[in-house]
Antibody
Framework: QEQLVQSGSELKEPGASVKVSCKASGYTFTRYAMNWVRQAPGQGLEWMGWINTNTGNPTYAQGFTGRFVFSLDTSVSTAYLQISSLRAEDTAVYYC???????????WGQGTMVTVSS | QSALTQPASVSGSPGQSITISCTGSSSDVGAYNYVTWYQQHPGKAPKLMIYDVSNRPSGVSNRFSGSKSGNTASLTISGLQAEDEADYYCSSHTSSSSTVFGGGTKLTVL
């Protein structure tokens, strides 16, 4: 079945970096864009941006430029989110999600909890 | 891009109907028929419930319906059931080719 499986929880110190993976299976990876969504503890969903899985071209939402990088390894149908210079306010669950149509996120990864704490 | 506006909470009794509103602007909800609704249970990933304002994906109960008037979209759940208790989020495509979410609505089934 079509699914996205993300890497496990991470505990990082402030200033460190983290790379979250999102492996797709059950469909042609390059057929659909991949989006990333953040959810801080007890808060709502926040769209971070997306990456074109054909060209690898990323687009970042306001507030997610500079320290956030989307990348791909199409040979293993995997998308990545890297966050550098981590801050306490980056503590959140990060979801990858497939965009089936226009802004229609039909398949979601299980989420990766990133905790930033000293 | 400002978040879409949703009520923080709504509630209803089993069997009743409830409606959750989602208010945006002429740059998002009012401009496109790309309004989407998601259901999220605690500790779980969101689930697609309605797309393109009023379309239901396969497998989603027909008790869920969506509509739009001007800059406001709505999700209606009829015949409320206990398992409908969850957080609901709307989202929309925007004129800057981005996606914006609503703040979320907590549905309580009394």
């Amino acid at each position: 079945q079509e699914q996205l499986v993300q890497s496990g929880s991470e505990l990082k110190e402030p200033g460190a970096s983290v790379k979250v993976s999102c492996k797709a299976s059950g469909y042609t990876f390059t057929r659909y864009a991949m989006n990333w969504v953040r959810q801080a503890p007890g808060q709502g969903l926040e769209w971070m941006g997306w990456i074109n899985t054909n060209t690898g071209n990323p687009t970042y939402a306001q507030g997610f430029t500079g320290r956030f990088v989307f990348s791909l390894d199409t040979s293993v149908s995997t998308a990545y989110l890297q966050i550098s210079s981590l801050r306490a306010e980056d503590t959140a669950v990060y979801y990858c999600t497939r965009d089936r149509l226009v802004a229609t996120f039909d398949i979601w990864g299980q989420g990766t909890m990133v905790t930033v704490s000293s | 891009q400002s978040a879409l506006t949703q009520p923080a909470s709504v509630s209803g009794s089993p069997g009743q109907s409830i409606t959750i509103s989602c208010t945006g602007s002429s740059s998002d909800v009012g401009a496109y028929n790309y309004v989407t609704w998601y259901q999220q249970h605690p500790g779980k990933a969101p689930k697609l419930m309605i797309y393109d304002v009023s379309n239901r994906p396969s497998g989603v109960s027909n008790r869920f319906s969506g509509s739009k008037s001007g800059n406001t979209a709505s999700l209606t759940i009829s015949g409320l059931q206990a398992e409908d208790e969850a957080d609901y989020y709307c989202s929309s495509h925007t004129s800057s080719s981005s996606t914006v979410f609503g703040g979320g609505t907590k549905l309580t089934v009394l």
